[in-house]
């Protein structure tokens, strides 16, 4: 049983049943060669003729060109290649040309890599020049007028994948005529194909390319149209296939299923109408209004295709909000690029204008004309469970006071780390390296919470804790007194287990010691742990905190099981132990692969699954754990916690997962890298785990 919901329509689409059922013919029935003359032959040969037939009618491809190919990528270069072939030409017949390829900002990247690598390969040594859009994300026709008489191709997509923004075609069009430009104009259509109209040889529209896979028909099928004289030039030659545009055997399952999709479009009776999929949008953006407040949409709805949300919440990364309807089983695209934890920023929201928080943390929410009423349903109901989840995590603002953590929590961003010592029992905690990009998480923690904030401390000197202060508000005393490291005036005093006394201030049963740790002393190292009548003997500290290296003065204070907590973290190691690090143990053996679970827990009845997902992914998740287990719930921000209380007791094997395995092999690496001899990774994680049924 399926639990998942898809809404990446603008990336790919499932296949239509009536076109796997055509391409299953085109490979089993009518297998044949349209190329060849006999029987088996023409009957593949129907299927072409038939999907061309259909293509041409749909589109008003008129006395046009209209060839399959391989999608939309392909006829990007067959459309670059041909209009730049011909420039070239009419430059050595000593034609004057424009000097400009103009694309637009938003359009997809295979245009203006396409551009530059035929204008390199054809040494046209044309000028690539970006065409700037408006708020709206429409091509700014003001912009265009300036240089159109120097164009000598135009690229104008009809609508964004990102956004779904409709680009004002006819105003293009007209711009062109008016400023008499000669340039060759090319129009992506991936987006428009089923959700807007065209009739394209009533354009001047020179070139326009499609990709079957975004509309229902498989992968690695596309077509491409090209207008009644505009210049052509094959990009593949060989045995003359497409009336020798594009030679190679052609792919009669995918131009089967296209034919199918074209078809079904051509009767109306399959999709929905463009009203009922503006209704589904206002459902869905209700939803996510209702769930996420504060949630900004980045395209505007009256200009942009109906089937496209784009939408960023105050807070929160896109690489957050994707991992969240990932685990509630949304299917949602980041509308950036995003590389480990930071998120790009999309080119097409920065090109738009939109401030960074936006353009980085955006989510494409995209669906296609075959959405239906329960699907959208059952969306809304998920998008609810997303921010319920996130509430729960202290993500977004709630009205209700969270159930407050224990322990130690990690926040990091770019190696550097900050982290939060929380007494669930006083609802007090210390803050040690507040980052400058932590203050918003902080504070939002902390009231979501009701903690009540004993000391920020820092490891250097001086490290600024104004912006956090300010941010606390009644979280924090501001008024108390402390030194140049946030250290409390009033701390009282503890026994280390070198004989020195150190400054102390009381967290719960605990108690966290300051000591001068690190060149010439102007570092402090911090140590957490019970002290016992005024004494904090080494087997007591569970933590040390330092921005170097263990040195001697923290080993003499601690034992062989305290964790160092770095404040620098480049390589995830999360926490070290303060003795050398075996190594040895790291490289065999961490990975499990999923087919292997079940026996090993067979084996191993006492094993622990570990869900090292965020507890607003824990919370969303809808499948039960690897092989219908309870998992616990230990966050990579909470290992450091759980390490130290798991080497404390007996080892059992220790099965860390996550959604594809790489997280949970941070983790794995880090128990082994102190110690722990059973910690193993899902290989693959919970995206490749064997589903099992859901309990009704
Ligand atoms: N143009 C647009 C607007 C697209 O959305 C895509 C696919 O994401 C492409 C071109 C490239 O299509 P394909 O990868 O199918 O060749």
């Known amino acids: 049983m399926t639990t998942e919901i898809y809404l990446d329509s603008n990336a790919t689409s499932v296949v239509l049943p009536a076109a796997i059922t055509a391409a299953a013919d085109a490979m089993g029935q009518r297998y044949g060669n349209p190329s060849s003359t006999h029987a088996t032959g023409l009957k593949a040969k129907v299927i072409l003729d038939d999907a061309r037939a259909r293509a041409m009618r749909l589109l008003g491809v ?9 999608g939309a990528t392909e006829g990007i270069q067959t459309a670059v290649l041909s209009a730049l072939v011909a420039l070239r030409e009419r430059r050595d017949a000593g034609e004057t040309i424009g000097t400009l390829l103009v694309y637009g900002a938003t359009e997809h990247k295979a245009v203006p890599e396409s551009l530059a690598h035929w ?14 859009v408006d708020a709206d994300g429409a091509h700014r026709l ?17 609508a964004n994948n990102e956004t779904g923004v409709i680009s004002d075609l006819s105003g293009i069009e ?7 430009s000669k340039a060759y104009w090319m129009v992506d259509c991936v987006q428009a194909l089923g959700k807007l109209k065209l009739d394209l040889s009533s354009t001047r529209i020179d070139y326009a390319p499609f990709s079957g896979h975004k509309l229902y028909a498989p992968k690695g099928i596309g077509m491409l149209y090209v207008r009644a004289g505009a210049p052509f030039t094959a990009l593949i030659m060989g045995g003359g296939q497409e009336a020798g545009q594009r030679s190679g055997t052609e792919n009669m399952a995918g131009i089967a299923a296209l034919g199918a999709v074209l078809a079904a479009l051509e009767r109306g009776d399959t999709f929905r109408t463009p009203a009922e999929l503006c209704a589904y949008r206002a459902r869905l953006a209700d939803s996510l209004r209702a769930a996420l407040p504060g949630v900004v949409f980045n395209n505007p709805f009256d200009k942009a295709l109906p089937t496209t949300l784009n939408f960023a919440v105050p807070g929160l990364s896109s690489r957050e909000l994707m991992d969240v309807f990932d685990a509630a089983e949304v299917r949602v695209s980041a509308g950036s690029a995003c590389s480990s934890s930071k998120a790009a920023p999309s080119y097409v929201l920065d090109a738009m204008g939109l401030p960074l928080w936006r353009s980085a943390g955006a989510i494409r929410m995209s669906f296609g004309p075959l959405a239906d009423d329960a699907t959208i349903a059952a969306a809304c109901a998920r998008i609810e469970r997303c921010g319920a989840a996130l509430r729960a995590s202290c993500l977004i603002p709630s009205e209700r006071t969270a159930v407050p953590h224990d322990g130690l ?6 190696g550097a780390c900050s982290w939060l010592l929380l007494d669930a029992a006083s609802r007090s905690c210390i803050v040690i390296d507040p980052l400058p990009d932590h203050v918003a998480r902080i504070e939002s923690y902390v009231r979501c919470q009701n903690y009540q904030v004993q000391a920020i401390v820092s490891t250097l000197p001086n490290a600024g804790r104004g912006m956090l202060i300010d941010a606390l508000g009644r979280h924090y005393n501001r008024h108390a007194e402390a030194d140049e490291y946030g250290w409390p005036a009033n701390a009282a005093s503890v026994a280390l287990a070198n004989g020195a006394r150190a400054g102390a201030v009381r967290l719960g049963a605990q108690v966290l010691a300051a000591l001068p740790c690190g060149t010439g002393d102007e570092l402090r190292a911090y140590l957490l742990g019970t002290p016992e009548d005024g004494q904090l003997k080494a087997q007591a500290v569970r933590f040390a905190f330092s921005a170097k290296p263990a040195q001697q003065m923290l080993r003499d204070c601690t034992d062989g099981r305290t964790l160092l907590c770095p404040t620098r973290d480049e390589q995830n190691q999360f926490c070290l132990s303060m003795t050398t690090t075996p190594t040895a143990t790291l490289a065999n053996g961490v990975q499990l692969d999923s087919s292997m679970l079940d026996a090993f827990l067979q084996a191993h009845p006492e094993a622990r699954l570990i869900d090292v997902r965020e507890p607003y992914e824990f919370a969303a998740t809808l499948s039960p754990a690897p092989a219908g287990r309870i998992a616990l719930s230990v966050p990579l921000s909470r290992l450091a916690e759980y390490a130290s209380l798991w080497l404390h007791e007996t080892p059992v094997p220790l099965i860390f997962f996550c959604r594809s395995g790489n997280r949970s092999l941070k983790a794995a690496h880090c128990l082994r890298r102190l110690g722990h001899p059973q910690a193993y990774s899902l290989n693959g994680g919970l995206a490749l785990a064997v589903p099992l049924p859901l309990a009704a």
Do not use: K, W, Y
């Not at 008129?62 to 391989?70: A, D, I």
């Not at 054809?122 to 690539?128: A, I, K, M, Q, Y």
């Not at 929590?409 to 770019?414: I, T």
């Open 119 to 132: 204008n390199r390969l054809l040494g046209l040594n044309l000028t690539l020049h970006q065409l700037p």
């Open 62 to 70: 008129g006395s046009g060109r209209l060839m399959f190919n391989s």
């Open 142 to 158: 003001d912009a265009l007028r300036a240089i159109a008489a120097n164009a000598a191709m135009v690229c104008t997509m009809a």
């Open 409 to 414: 929590l990690q926040l990091g961003v770019e």
């Open 174 to 180: 007209a711009m062109l005529s008016d400023t008499g």
